[in-house]
């Protein structure tokens, strides 16, 4: 009997892993429809995390299309200090890097008066990041002028 307990334990601990690392998507309960939106991800052709950043998206229901590129202008309007190692833009806004995609959504529900998001580094347990999560992601929305505070924290 103890033996089936902990091959149980074993199981749910597995599904519990896949939805912690592979479905970074909200609990479905979005009152945006995620594949009206317009999105393009521009990235390094060499680049794994973006190559799995975007696989979330499409498996959160996002519309992607993928644009493999070195030219730096597509980030015109994103801080310096707030780059990473991709840049997605959705409709009229620019999304960089490994934001979650609770975040987009927010984006796209509110549809604030800002040039886009961005979320700074490569932090561990972010969408298409392996590892886990250590704290908060603080998701910082950038205005027109290039100035930029807190947008939310996940």
């Known amino acids: 009997m103890k ?9 749910l601990l597995l599904i519990g892993g896949y939805f912690l690392f592979f479905n970074n998507s909200p609990s479905g309960s979005s009152v945006v429809d995620v ?8 990235k390094s052709q060499s680049c794994g995390c973006c190559d799995l950043y975007v696989s979330g998206l499409g498996r959160s229901g996002y519309n992607v299309k993928t644009v493999n590129t070195n030219d730096e202008s597509i980030k015109k309007d994103v801080p310096l200090n707030l780059r990473t190692c991709h ?7 620019f999304v960089e890097g490994h ?3 609770e975040a987009i959504e927010k984006l796209l529900e509110e549809k604030p008066d800002i040039a886009g ?9 972010a969408p298409g990041m392996t590892g886990f999560k250590s704290g908060p992601f603080v998701i910082y929305s ?3 002028d290039g100035t930029y505070q807190e947008f939310m924290r996940v």
Do not use: F, Q, R
């Open 117 to 125: 998001i961005a979320l700074p580094g490569m932090p561990s347990g």
């Open 35 to 42: 594949s009206a939106a317009e999105v393009t991800v521009y």
């Open 3 to 11: 033996k089936w307990v902990l091959v149980m334990v074993v199981i």
């Open 87 to 93: 840049t997605t833009m959705v409709g009229d806004y």
């Open 99 to 101: 934001v979650p995609y």
């Open 142 to 144: 950038v205005n027109h």
